[in-house]
Each structure stands twice: as structure tokens, then as C-alpha cells.
């Protein structure tokens, strides 16, 4: 396992990676030491992972809720059935909900921690590799409004991101696809010795090869956590990391929110960028082919 840190001062967090973090009860344990968490997961997730964090968490005031799966429910319906929850069941300000699922479990958790009594802790454990290489670290929560993505939200920094290697064994090809597209973002705007490092790896990493992705995902997370610590609230470098997302979210609203995954649309996002930069003649046309190309 390796332990990386998200630096904010007083609301520093570490993100963990490993294998089997989810069966880790003494890191789970010592890491939500609330004695009233709620689990918010969806009905993907749930059958796979649920009972397994229950068991690690052991003998506390334990609730779930298991949301229905896709983005097209990043809504405020589904936040509201989360604060009915806290509420219905007398959660106090030192409860801890937990998220365990992808980007949109994670978001929607997250924005309901925030809310919940002003602010409550919550943990991500994300599933899929998008939410682990990027919607778990650096606490942008939202919903989506019925005109716009992720216009309804707050920072809300988690305290602790479990990035559990070995769930991704069950991700579905098309999800896991989506999120190598966020991985090379990373190298497209970071650093360039990892982009040569993906153009070199990129036929081991598709096929999942362990210590490829090991390596991947940790990196990925290197970058991401050192932009959030110079620039949480997104009011400068951060912006970078929103390359593709400009023509993505718009993608993603033509779509409904349910014809393409967020690193499809992020990935077409990156290439209709990067051919916009080469027409105003900003990057030649051998690097506009090399974005393509991944």
C-alpha cells in the first residue's frame, strides 16, 4: 500500500492505494472512527461491495442507501433521499457518511456531507477508475441542474480517500476505457515525461496489467493532489485540469447525461480542443495527431 497526502493545512487528507483496501479493518476503522456512518452506494456497486464494507466496519450505527446508477441521477431528488436518511435516523454532526462508488456516488455523497448540519466528515471510496485517478481527490461535490452539469455543489474535502486497486477487476470494459481518457489528461497537460510514459505503456495498461495501472493511478493522483493543494477552489492552475470538459459536459447535455460516460465525453472533449488550438495555430498538427492518437 502507498500513502500520498493532499496538502490543505488543518484539512490535509491522505488518499491510500493499494489492493484490498475494502477487507483492511483496522485502516478503515482507524481512519472512521465515527460511530454513526451512513453508506451511500447504488445499485451496481452494492452486491459486490456493500456486505464486505460492513463486515470491515464492525459493530457501529451502520446505514445504507443504495441510488439508482448513472449520471442522468446525479440529481437533487437523490441528494434529498440522502438527507431524509440522516435525518430519519438522527445522524448527529460527528457521523460520517461514506461513499462508495463512482464519480457520481462520490459527488453526490459528498455534496450531501457538506450540507448535512453545515458539514459532516465523509470517506471516498471509489470504484470505478475515474473516481480513483480524479472525482475522489480534491472535494468538488455537486448535482446536476436540469439545464447544466455540476451547477449545484460546494467544497467539501473528504477526509480520507481509499483507492482500492482490486475492485477494479470488476469494472466493465467501456467504464474502465472512460477512465484511462482522464489519466492521459494528465499527461496532455502536466507532465510530459508520464505522457511519453502512456505512449509507451498504453497496450499493458488497456489490458490491465498490474503494476502498469498501479503506476498509473498513482501518478495520476500525484498531479491531481498537487494542483488542489496550490488551488483548491479552481480559481487558477486547477483550470487545467478541465481540459475536455468544456466540449465534454456539452456532449454530455446533448446526450440527456446518459448516452456517453463523462471520459467519453471527455476524451472527444480533449480531441475537439486540441484540433480548436491547432486551427487558431496554438500546437502544430504532429501534436494534434499525438492527442488523437491516445
Known sequence: METLKVGLSKRSYPIYIGERLLENDTLLNREISAKQVLIITNEVVAPLYLELLTKALGKRDQHSLILPDGEQHKTLSC???????????EFHRDSCVVALGGGVIGDIAGFAAA?????IDYIQIPTTLLAQVDSSVGGKTAVNHAHLKNMIGAFHQPISVFTDISVLKTLIPRQYSAGIAEIIKYGLVLD???????EEHLEALLVRDAQTLAFAIRRSCELKAAIVSEDERDLGQRALLNFGHTFGHALESLGQLDQWLHGEAVSIGMSIAARTSCALGFISDADCERVDSL
Open 79 to 89: 441528494f434529498s433521499s440522502i438527507i431524509d436518511k440522516l435525518i430519519d435516523h
Open 115 to 119: 450540507c448535512y448540519q453545515r458539514g
Open 192 to 198: 510530459k515525461s508520464f505522457l511519453e510514459w502512456l
